[in-house]
């Protein structure tokens, strides 16, 4: 390091202009290790200077040098041959640059590892356009819990797998026009946790935030008309298993991390989306605890199902529920106090009504048949069990 500085020292006396460099490094050419061969680069004046392309920035070049150390050299010091040199690497840098911020290539090994804490109940595979999440759409941890509206659903096994599987895009596409989340995607999900449950719009079809009015469970959760378990606020508690790595992908493509920065660092401002564009030139949401939560428009390109207008629109392609009993009617007053999972195909949830315990407890089997038993405040019990096939009422 002393033999460095007085290098730099003897460069400054002979005239010329050099400094080690913190720029932040958008695109970085490659980083070496210790016996790595180091380039030389020639001065004008004659003296060489080792080190390897890095980046570069308006007309300087950073080199990365033995031990990782940056050192910024003006274009025009350099001699003849290493200045065409040096303007040829940075044309490529530069293009190589507007590819990735107009391309965004997604990141196939950071899919793979995002989702990989959750298997086997959740998988994973891809082909040239997109990266698939196949799970049953029942959560890693307790449901249901705590909520204080309840349309009276519950979570049963959800078929996402095969053609109906999650689809991520491979190469996300930078919108022109974000699609805002306040009037768009009221219908159907924006995003897929990395433990497999669907995330949709924080606002309900009525524009209300559905945590505020107390839809919500312990984990931002609750089952929609097909009994299917999905998110409306960011799963930030996944970061306890996820750690640093995305907790979710929105369904244009793009990574959402939790509350820091994949580095560990504090998270960065958030521009009108609720996400950035990270040093490597890729754009990343964020989750927070408060609205919008997660995506506040689309940053990356997205289709949309115009079949009911917006904000009744929804992304496509997704995956799809199939509801196995009809919709039921709101219970007032309820409070969810308890779900768990009474065997690997059964639950019972407890809920209160005016200090008194109510119950659903069900169980499905392998031919796709569910089996509801309803015991309401009063004690009364009730039956009835489901196909799943085409929704119909077994007996
Ligand atoms: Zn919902
Ligand atoms: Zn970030």
């Known amino acids: 390091m002393k033999q460095f500085r007085v290098f730099i020292r003897n460069l400054s006396m002979a005239g010329l202009f050099l400094f080690v460099t913190k720029m932040a490094i958008a695109h970085p050419g490659g980083h070496y290790l210790p016996n790595d061969v180091f380039n030389t680069w020639t001065l004008a004046s004659g003296r060489t200077?080792?080190?390897?392309?890095?980046?570069?920035?308006?007309n300087t070049i950073v080199l990365e040098q033995k031990g990782g150390g940056r050192i910024t050299v003006f274009v025009d010091l350099l001699s003849d041959?290493?200045?065409?040199?040096a303007l040829f690497k940075i044309r490529k840098y530069n293009t190589l640059n507007e590819q990735v911020r107009v391309n965004q290539p997604a990141d196939l090994s950071l899919l793979e590892s995002a989702f990989e804490p959750y298997q086997p109940a959740v998988t994973t595979s891809s082909d040239e356009n997109y990266f698939y999440?196949?799970?049953?759409?029942?959560?890693?941890?307790?449901?249901?819990?705590?909520?204080?509206?309840?349309?009276?659903?519950?979570p049963i096994p959800q078929n996402y797998s095969g053609s109906n599987a999650w689809p991520i895009p491979l190469r996300p596409v930078l919108a022109e026009t974000p699609m805002s989340t306040r009037n768009n995607f009221m219908r159907g999900?924006?995003?897929?946790?990395?433990?497999?449950?669907?995330?949709?719009?924080?606002?309900n079809n009525r524009g209300e935030d559905a945590y505020l009015i107390g839809e919500l469970d312990n984990w931002g959760g609750h089952c929609g008309k097909g009994d299917d378990y999905h998110y409306h606020t960011a799963p930030l508690h996944l970061s306890a298993i996820s750690l640093l790595k995305p907790i979710a992908f929105a369904l244009d493509g793009f990574a959402v991390y939790g509350?820091?920065?994949?580095?560990?660092?504090?998270?960065l401002p958030l521009?009108?989306?609720?996400?950035?564009?990270?040093?490597?030139?890729?754009?990343?949401?964020?989750?927070?605890?408060?609205?919008?939560?997660?995506?506040?428009?689309?940053?990356g390109k997205v289709n949309t199902d115009n079949k009911t207008p917006a904000p009744e629109n929804q992304i496509l392609p997704q995956a799809f529920t199939a509801p196995v009993r009809p919709p039921l009617k709101p219970l007032r007053g309820a409070v969810i106090t308890n779900c768990v999972a009474t065997a690997n195909n059964a639950f019972s949830i407890t809920y209160k009504i005016a200090g008194k315990n109510g119950s659903v407890n069900y169980y499905w089997d392998e031919k796709n048949s569910y089996y509801f038993t309803f015991i309401d405040t009063d004690g009364n019990q009730t039956t009835a069990s489901y196909e799943r096939r085409n929704g119909r009422k077994k007996d």
């Open 49 to 58: 200077i080792e080190g390897n392309f890095l980046m570069a920035h308006d």
């Open 81 to 85: 041959q290493d200045k065409a040199l």
């Open 271 to 299: 521009d009108e989306c609720h996400g950035h564009f990270a040093a490597n030139g890729l754009y990343h949401y964020h989750g927070t605890k408060n609205y919008p939560y997660m995506i506040a428009a689309m940053r």
């Open 189 to 203: 999900a924006i995003a897929i946790a990395v433990n497999g449950i669907p995330i949709f719009n924080a606002l």
């Open 259 to 267: 509350e820091k920065e994949p580095d560990g660092s504090a998270v």
């Open 133 to 154: 999440v196949s799970s049953r759409g029942i959560a890693n941890h307790p449901m249901m819990i705590g909520i204080t509206s309840w349309q009276q659903q519950v």
